[in-house]
């Protein structure tokens, strides 16, 4: 598998190191803060508080514990004393997601509206792996840490693969959370890979961990969640990014290449459709806005990185029959004879992304909830930019002028890594504001150009 993070570029200052300290200690004992849920033990004797009244219980739920204790063992013997993570429990609830029964999307999607109280996105959540990157970063700042972390990543990826083969648990039944999994697990490996000094990740992991990835990838690729009529969302933009990064660190074929362009060329026009020119997104959410913006930036700074790589030649020579809707070279907006790669006006919408975001982050005038609408607008219109809604905007007062949307036009944009603060200029703009409040992400591992990473707690 391809690298493409430079550990050594990653920095954490004292407060962050304590902070993920106390995150990695809570993390080994399997007890994990999601959707406001509080540090819960996340096993297979868990007992929760009632959520609006409910409370379940389930009869099999210990039972699969055993099940999955019996699983390991066979496979891979003692295991220091790993207790399996019960990845199929509605938290709050206690609704047990039982594999046997749950094994299909529709099966898990009913569910939803046949029992109260019960939310499917707990394990969803859960099985997105945000702190397997945290961990990862951690092991980067504590020696004595880090080889406890290293088998830990390992215990849990191997509980994770056997418990949740592909498509068949509550794990697989939301694409977007499958293909934000994608990205975790290749920023945390690429990481701790590299760290591993006593060979725990040896090449029996890797294959069975290659192999994952590239499962994962043909799942997200045969159902991508496209909206009708052309008009897609946030939700299709998390299928791309989970497909660049798997097609860019799995070993090159025919399949990963196509795999590849076709992320790259999905990429720039979605950015075309779903983002205005002055940088907002068509959803109309703060939330959504930063969380699309966040999987568009991730996703073209690791393209940069594939540029530095010998994956360049996979822009250039790659099989349209692959995969349908795939374009020819001729046909691609992208340019692998120039630096920049891709079009002007794809780079000065990111800018432009980031500082609408600076814009609508006023105290007072924006709440960042999920399903806060920053438009309130009179006009009977579906679809309208920012700079358009702006005067009819009711909650936005406050806001004197927005920025120009020519504003980084006759920009120049430094692609390498920047050699000093003063050459950050625009790049460090797009970086800070994606990453200062972000909501979705508890830890923001970005590569750049040349593989380094800047790290944002």
Same mark, same amino acid.
């Given at each position: 598998?391809?690298?493409?993070?430079?550990?050594?570029?990653?920095?954490?200052?004292?407060?962050?190191?304590?902070?993920?300290?106390?995150?990695?200690?809570?993390?080994?004992?399997?007890?994990?803060?999601?959707?406001?849920?509080?540090?819960?033990?996340?096993?297979?004797?868990?007992?929760?508080?009632?959520?609006?009244?409910?409370?379940?219980?389930?009869?099999?739920?210990?039972?699969?514990?055993?099940?999955?204790?019996?699983?390991?063992?066979?496979?891979?013997?003692?295991?220091?004393?790993?207790?399996?993570?019960?990845?199929?429990?509605?938290?709050?609830?206690?609704?047990?997601?039982?594999?046997?029964?749950?094994?299909?999307?529709?099966?898990?999607?009913?569910?939803?509206?046949?029992?109260?109280?019960?939310?499917?996105?707990?394990?969803?959540?859960?099985?997105?792996?945000?702190?397997?990157?945290?961990?990862?970063?951690?092991?980067?700042?504590?020696?004595?840490?880090?080889?406890?972390?290293?088998?830990?990543?390992?215990?849990?990826?191997?509980?994770?693969?056997?418990?949740?083969?592909?498509?068949?648990?509550?794990?697989?039944?939301?694409?977007?959370?499958?293909?934000?999994?994608?990205?975790?697990?290749?920023?945390?490996?690429?990481?701790?890979?590299?760290?591993?000094?006593?060979?725990?990740?040896?090449?029996?992991?890797?294959?069975?961990?290659?192999?994952?990835?590239?499962?994962?990838?043909?799942?997200?690729?045969?159902?991508?969640?496209?909206?009708?009529?052309?008009?897609?969302?946030?939700?299709?933009?998390?299928?791309?990014?989970?497909?660049?990064?798997?097609?860019?660190?799995?070993?090159?074929?025919?399949?990963?290449?196509?795999?590849?362009?076709?992320?790259?060329?999905?990429?720039?026009?979605?950015?075309?459709?779903?983002?205005?020119?002055?940088?907002?997104?068509?959803?109309?959410?703060?939330?959504?806005?930063?969380?699309?913006?966040?999987?568009?930036?991730?996703?073209?700074?690791?393209?940069?990185?594939?540029?530095?790589?010998?994956?360049?030649?996979?822009?250039?020579?790659?099989?349209?029959?692959?995969?349908?809707?795939?374009?020819?070279?001729?046909?691609?907006?992208?340019?692998?004879?120039?630096?920049?790669?891709?079009?002007?006006?794809?780079?000065?919408?990111?800018?432009?992304?980031?500082?609408?975001?600076?814009?609508?982050?006023?105290?007072?005038?924006?709440?960042?909830?999920?399903?806060?609408?920053?438009?309130?607008?009179?006009?009977?219109?579906?679809?309208?930019?920012?700079?358009?809604?702006? *005067? &009819?905007?009711?909650?936005?007062? !406050?806001? @004197?002028?927005?920025?120009?949307? #020519?504003?980084? $036009?006759?920009?120049? %944009? =430094?692609?390498?890594? *920047? &050699?000093?603060?003063?050459?950050? !200029?625009? @790049?460090?703009?797009?970086?800070? #504001?994606?990453? $200062?409040?972000?909501? %979705? =992400?508890?830890?923001?591992?970005?590569?750049?150009?040349?593989?380094?990473?800047?790290?944002?707690?």
């Amino acid at each position: 598998m391809y690298s493409f993070i430079n550990i050594n570029e990653i920095m954490i200052d004292a407060s962050c190191r304590e902070k993920l300290r106390t995150l990695c200690d809570l993390y080994m004992q399997h007890r994990f803060d999601l959707l406001g849920s509080g540090f819960v033990k996340l096993d297979y004797n868990i007992c929760v508080e009632r959520l609006h009244g409910k409370r379940y219980k389930s009869r099999s739920m210990a039972r699969y514990g055993m099940t999955a204790a019996k699983k390991l063992r066979s496979r891979y013997g003692e295991m220091l004393g790993y207790e399996p993570i019960n990845w199929f429990v509605d938290y709050k609830s206690g609704f047990f997601f039982e594999p046997g029964s749950y094994n299909s999307v529709k099966k898990c999607r009913t569910v939803i509206s046949d029992r109260a109280a019960v939310d499917i996105k707990c394990p969803w959540e859960l099985g997105r792996l945000y702190h397997l990157v945290q961990m990862a970063v951690f092991a980067v700042a504590d020696q004595e840490y880090r080889n406890d972390i290293i088998r830990e990543f390992k215990n849990e990826m191997r509980d994770f693969m056997v418990m949740n083969p592909v498509g068949r648990t509550v794990q697989w039944s939301a694409v977007m959370d499958s293909s934000i999994r994608i990205v975790n697990l290749l920023v945390a490996y690429d990481i701790l890979r590299q760290l591993d000094g006593s060979g725990c990740l040896d090449n029996d992991f890797e294959s069975g961990f290659e192999a994952f990835i590239g499962e994962s990838l043909r799942y997200v690729m045969e159902r991508l969640e496209r909206g009708r009529n052309g008009m897609n969302s946030n939700h299709y933009l998390s299928n791309l990014a989970g497909v660049i990064f798997a097609a860019a660190y799995l070993q090159s074929d025919e399949w990963t290449d196509a795999c590849l362009v076709f992320g790259v060329q999905e990429l720039i026009n979605e950015v075309q459709k779903q983002f205005y020119e002055e940088g907002s997104h068509i959803e109309g959410s703060t939330s959504y806005h930063r969380l699309s913006g966040e999987f568009v930036v991730y996703a073209t700074a690791l393209v940069y990185g594939t540029l530095q790589s010998d994956r360049k030649k996979s822009y250039q020579s790659y099989m349209r029959r692959n995969i349908k809707g795939l374009r020819g070279l001729p046909s691609q907006k992208y340019d692998v004879e120039t630096d920049r790669f891709f079009p002007q006006w794809y780079l000065d919408r990111i800018y432009n992304m980031a500082a609408f975001t600076e814009t609508i982050s006023i105290p007072d005038t924006v709440a960042s909830f999920k399903r806060f609408r920053i438009f309130r607008q009179h006009s009977s219109r579906k679809h309208s930019s920012f700079v358009e809604s702006f *005067p &009819s905007m009711e909650n936005l007062s !406050s806001i @004197e002028s927005l920025p120009s949307t #020519e504003s980084s $036009s006759s920009t120049e %944009y =430094s692609l390498s890594t *920047p &050699s000093s603060p003063a050459a950050l !200029s625009n @790049e460090a703009t797009v970086w800070r #504001e994606f990453t $200062s409040m972000s909501i %979705y =992400s508890p830890l923001l591992v970005i590569p750049t150009p040349r593989g380094a990473a800047k790290v944002m707690i």
